[in-house]
Each structure stands twice: as structure tokens, then as C-alpha cells.
């Protein structure tokens, strides 16, 4: 398959200090990859470049064979909306919305009419577990429930790129492991392709292809 995603050159420095050096790096559509390295080893700034919402100091990325430098700030803001979706370590849920309204909100920010939106939302949450908590507000579910939830957000206008940093870095081994198993499952079966950024090796094992990230550079492994 044709990448869909693409770096060339890629570094990103804060002063002095150089969080990415030199990256080539190539995605294709579908593909699920994941990112490993030590705590400040430049993963998330890596992913940050990746997703556009940190401007790389050299190099491009090229989403769909168009550059991101290319792009005015409206464009790439329309990117990052309506074709990538992020999953957090923490979730980050707005608490002053319902299950169902959370994960309906990049619907709505793309201008589909509430009913139609929560409607999608709400198939979401009923593959992933969640369909008797559309209504609660997320202060009343738990770390595994919304966790679930933020990965129904990520997928729910089904888009080409999902970033997840540390996806389940917040989670216990049993709901870590059951929350991986249903946003790998549901991205694959709807041909979204996945960047994940992880210090655990298991959750590595369940990738495609692995990286490895050390001193901002990339490194590809090879495969078992």
C-alpha cells in the first residue's frame, strides 16, 4: 500500500537541545507502528512533529503527499481535525460532557447535526463496551471506561491517522490489556492507521512494524 503518512529529514530543537535528529519516517495506510525509547528519548516530540502540531525545525512531513509546511495554519488545523485522531495517556475528556457527548465531538466540530453524530458515537461506544453509559457524566465512570471512551472520540470519524502517546500508560496490566485489544481491533477493522508511542514492550509487541527511539533518533526494528 501507498504511504500515507511520510518525514524526511525531521528535527526538532528546544534551544540548544535536540529532540529529533534526522528522522525518515513512513506510514502506510492501515499500518499500526509504535514507537518505543527511554523517558526523554524524543518519542512525543517525534509524534507531536508527526501529527502537525509541533513545527519541526527541519525537515517536513508529508500527509497524503502534501507537506505540512505547505499548509497555512487554518489547513493543518482542518487536518488534525477531520482526518487524524488522538488518543492521551490521561484520556483528557471534558468533564462537563456525557460519555456520548465526548466521543461525538469531533462529529460535531465537523459540522454533523447532533442527533446523527451521537447516533455514530453511540455504535462507537456499544463496540467498545460502553452503550449503558452514554449518559454519564465521565467524573462517574472509571480509568478503564475512560480510556474507552477516548479512543471512541479518536475513531469515531473514522480517520486516516490515529496518534496515541502512552494509550494506556494510566491503566492497570488487565484494563491496559483489554483497552489496547479493543482500539487496535476497532482501528484495524475500519482501515485507520495507528502511531503509538509506548515505553512498554507489550504494548509494542502488538504493532505492525517497531521503532525504537534513542537520543532523538529513529531506529527500525527488525521484525521477529
Known amino acids: 500500500m501507498d504511504a500515507i503518512l511520510r518525514a524526511t529529514g525531521l528535527e526538532l530543537s528546544y534551544g540548544s537541545q535536540r529532540a529529533v535528529s534526522g528522522v525518515d519516517f513512513t506510514l502506510r495506510a492501515g499500518e ?24 519541526p525545525t527541519r525537515g517536513d512531513v508529508y500527509f497524503g503527499g502534501v507537506g505540512f509546511r505547505s499548509l497555512g495554519d487554518d489547513e493543518l488545523s482542518a487536518v ?20 456520548e457527548e465526548n466521543a461525538a465531538l469531533p462529529l460535531r466540530l465537523a459540522g454533523r447535526r447532533k442527533a446523527a453524530a451521537h447516533d455514530v ?10 452503550a449503558e453509559l452514554r449518559q454519564r457524566r465521565t467524573s462517574q465512570i472509571s480509568g478503564g471506561q475512560s480510556q474507552r ?6 475513531l469515531v470519524h473514522r480517520p486516516a491517522v ?4 502512552e494509550p494506556t500508560g494510566a491503566l492497570d496490566s488487565a484494563n491496559a490489556d483489554a483497552v489496547l485489544e479493543e482500539f487496535l481491533n476497532l482501528a484495524r477493522s475500519q482501515g485507520t492507521a ?8 507489550a504494548v509494542a509487541a502488538r504493532a505492525d512494524t517497531r521503532y525504537t527511539m534513542t537520543d532523538g533518533a529513529l531506529t ?5
Open 32 to 55: 499500526v507502528c509504535a514507537i518505543t525509547g527511554s523517558s526523554g528519548s524524543g518519542k512525543s516530540s517525534l509524534l507531536h512533529c508527526l501529527a502537525g502540531v509541533v513545527a
Open 80 to 99: 488534525r481535525r477531520e482526518r487524524f485522531g488522538f488518543v492521551f495517556q490521561y484520556g483528557e475528556l471534558l468533564p462537563e460532557l456525557t460519555v
Open 121 to 130: 458515537a453511540g455504535e462507537v461506544l456499544g463496540r467498545l463496551g460502553l
Open 149 to 154: 471512551v477516548a479512543v471512541a472520540r479518536a
Open 162 to 165: 490515529v496518534f496515541a502517546d
Open 194 to 201: 495507528v502511531i503509538m508511542v509506548t515505553h512498554d514492550a
Open 220 to 224: 527500525r526494528q527488525a521484525a521477529a
